[in-house]
């Protein structure tokens, strides 16, 4: 081959090389110009837009568009959460546990998120006798109304699953997207104690479970692992005035003697003390006479000694005979006698240099 077509061929293929080249460096340069529009383009690119989207969507924890946007994964990753100690273990059952126990956490404020009347009665009959400020909530939008009241602050909320308007899935997940929340205890209060109803409570925040039907021993732990804070040691007195024995008012009686009044609670027990056994057995055989008379002698005592919970219970059985309703009298066999034990026991804590 002559010279100069070797040379022609030598040119050629360097010009296509050259425009091979420059061909794919623009097309380089135009993906990543794309790239960057699209990065751009969207609400999310950089932190200061994160917030701006977040700051624009949380207008109100009862929107749907809020609890759609707080509510996903990415979302919940994003934001560093500060939530009280988790546990998947039954709360242990703390022994010789009674009603008056929980006075020690008097002035703790509960939400208990729960439709069932029955259930509600019994929590407020268990806490607000100690104390303890409960509020209730039939439902988990009644809950997010209360929770979001100016003058209203909660140390702990028990939250039961399945409610109408709203569950427990739902209220909890919506709380635990408010950061105001975020050292709130929340209880699962439920039958259900395995499968999925109790992993998506914890899915969406709960902190721990309490079962149905209550148990009191289990509460107590509940409270002392999120309430300890709160936890109020009882003065002696305060104790025998929850068991049914207001000391003071019984030494007011006898003129601040307190000497007389003491001689007066030792008469009490070594006369009445028998009454504990006796009284379910006269009931039970309908020995009225017998009924009558002994309500007649314990009751001026029981004033004057400050038994107030005893002198009402016996106030009560005295208007059956008034009446003339002593069929009545039925419904004190357990009630009597336990209520003079739970009296005779907190004379003697009061008396016990003397009596134990």
């Known amino acids: 081959m002559p010279p100069s077509n070797t040379s022609s061929l030598i ?20 993906t990543r110009n794309k790239s960057k529009q699209r990065q751009t383009d969207s609400p999310l690119s950089t932190s200061k837009q994160i917030k701006s989207y977040a700051d624009k969507t949380n207008i109100s924890p009862y929107t749907d568009k809020t609890y759609e946007h707080t509510s996903s994964p990415q979302t919940l990753r994003q934001r560093p959460r500060n939530l009280p100690y988790t546990t998947r273990e039954p709360f242990e059952e703390a022994e010789n546990i009674t009603v008056d126990d929980f006075y020690n956490f008097k002035g703790a404020r509960v939400l208990l998120v729960e439709d069932n009347k029955i259930n509600q ?31 209203r602050e909660f ?17 909890t997940e919506k709380i ?13 209060f439920t039958a259900f104690t395995m499968g999925k109803e109790l992993e998506r409570m914890y899915a969406a925040g709960a902190n721990g479970y309490m079962t149905k039907p209550l148990n009191i021993g289990r509460l107590y732990t509940l409270f002392q692992t999120y309430l300890g804070h709160i936890l109020r040691p009882v003065s002696t007195l305060s104790a025998l005035k929850m068991k049914g024995l207001d000391v003071e008012a019984g030494i007011a009686a006898y003129e601040g003697d307190e000497q007389l009044y003491k001689q007066m609670l030792r008469e009490f027990i070594a006369l009445n003390g028998s009454l504990v056994k006796q009284m379910p057995k006269w009931i039970e055989a309908q020995e009225y006479e017998k009924i009558k008379l002994a309500c007649v002698k314990i009751g001026p005592k029981l004033h004057s000694l400050g038994a107030y919970e005893m002198d009402e219970a016996v106030a009560r059985m005295k208007k059956f005979f008034i009446y003339g309703t002593e069929h009545r009298i039925e419904e004190f066999k357990e009630v009597f006698p336990e209520k003079l034990n739970r009296l005779i026991i907190a004379m003697r804590l009061y008396l016990q240099d003397e009596i134990l």
């Open 121 to 151: 009665k019994i929590l407020q009959g268990i806490l607000q006798k100690s104390g303890i400020l409960i509020t209730i909530a039939n439902n988990g939008k009644e809950a997010l109304e209360q929770l979001h009241l100016p003058d």
């Open 155 to 171: 140390d702990l909320v028990l939250m039961d699953i399945s409610m109408p308007l709203m569950d427990g899935y739902t209220c």
């Open 176 to 188: 635990r997207n408010n950061h105001h929340f975020d050292t709130l205890p929340i209880i699962t």
């Open 11 to 30: 040119d050629l293929f360097l010009i296509v090389s050259l425009f091979i080249s420059l061909l794919a460096v623009s097309l380089y340069a135009y």
